[in-house]
Every structure is written in C-alpha cells, then in structure tokens.
C-alpha cells in the first residue's frame, strides 16, 4: 500500500511539473506544447488510475497485464494520470521495471487483453486512413500521445505529454509499454518494437 501511494504522490507531482513550458530543465520528457496546465475551466475531466501489473487471468482480467516479464515484472507497480480537456495532460509513472531500459509507451484504442494485439492501434486525433499508420504526418507525438522514457538504476520511470486536444468518447482505453523508445522515421513512425506490457486506463 505504501509503494502504491508513493507513486500517485509521485504522478501528481509530475502532473505539476506539466504546468512548467515545454522543454523547461527537471521535464521528465519534452511536452508537446508549451501551454500550462489547464486550468478549471479548460479541464474536462481529471482521471488518476493505480495499477499493478499482473500475468492474464481469463476469469479475473486484471487491470494491468504483462508480456514481457523480464521487462515488466508481475508486481511492477504504475499510475497513469489525465487532466483532459481542450487541452489535455498525461502523465504515467511505473516502479518495478527493467533498470535503465529505454521504453516506448502510448495511448491505444481499446482495453488491455490476453496480448498485446487485443489493445488495437494508437489512438489518434486525426486518424490516418491508411493502418497501420507509420506516416509521421499521422504518426507523431502531436496527433498521438507518446510517453517514451528511460528507467533509472531502481527501475522506476516517468513521462508526461501535453496535446491541443481531447480524447473522443469511447476513443482510448489503455497505455501500452513498449520494448524500445519510438521511431519518428518515414515508414517506421510510432513503431517502438514488441508491447511489453499494458494497463487498461478509462481516458475517455
């Protein structure tokens, strides 16, 4: 209980930390707009989702399913963090992985499931018509969210991304980490190798 309260004070924080403009030093990842935090008016909805990722039970689904253990353990620990609205926060902060491992991680369509493939594609703002989408037209951190990040010697990271938009109803469900951090070359873009883990997140 204890570990599970120090990360939600640690994503709240880092939600803080959202506030400063993009690329200020101590961001634990570059923002995707150098706008603050929104405010009251602008903020739609706040969701805070601690997890603890466990292997899949078909009779008992669990909130947070791993694929890949020797990247995310059973037991690693994680809270994704939302202040949605016109301009919409995202923050994820895990404890437990790989030590100084170089992760991808997005927001995907649909609710984690027995693999990887069950999470869909990215969500997107504007939806390539062609998928999977690798054009860097769609597949950016602009019209997705990427919350790519480094782990530290104790296995514990964290990301934030800010975008210029909300999650359509019904649009995105979860946050998959991924085994490398994400490509943004033509061909390849928003590729970031296996779905090492997933964690089933109501953004919308």
């Known amino acids: 209980m204890r570990r599970r309260l120090s990360i939600i004070a640690a994503g709240l924080g880092l939600l803080l930390l959202s506030a400063a403009p993009a690329g200020a030093a101590g ?112 597949a950016n951190a602009r019209n997705e969210v990427w919350l790519d990040f480094t782990t530290d010697a104790r296995g514990t990271g964290s990301a934030f991304a800010v975008v210029e938009w909300d999650f359509r109803a019904g649009g995105a469900h979860s946050i998959i980490l991924h085994e490398h951090h994400t490509d943004s070359s033509p061909g390849s873009a928003g590729t970031a190798g296996g779905r090492a883990a997933c964690l089933t997140v109501p953004l919308s």
Do not use: M
């Open 27 to 138: 961001s634990p990842s570059p923002a995707t707009s150098s706008s603050p935090i929104p405010s009251p008016a602008e903020a739609g909805r706040v969701v805070a989702q601690p997890v603890v990722f466990g292997t899949w039970n078909d009779r008992q689904p669990p909130a947070a399913v791993t694929y890949d253990a020797h990247l995310v353990p059973p037991g690693t620990t994680a809270v994704a963090l939302a202040v949605r609205g016109k301009r919409t926060v995202i923050g994820l902060v895990v404890q437990g992985l790989a030590a100084n491992h170089q992760f991808g991680a997005h927001v995907h369509q649909k609710a984690c499931g027995a693999t990887g493939a069950a999470a869909g594609a990215h969500y997107q703002n504007v939806p390539d018509p062609v998928q999977p989408s690798v054009d860097p037209t769609y």
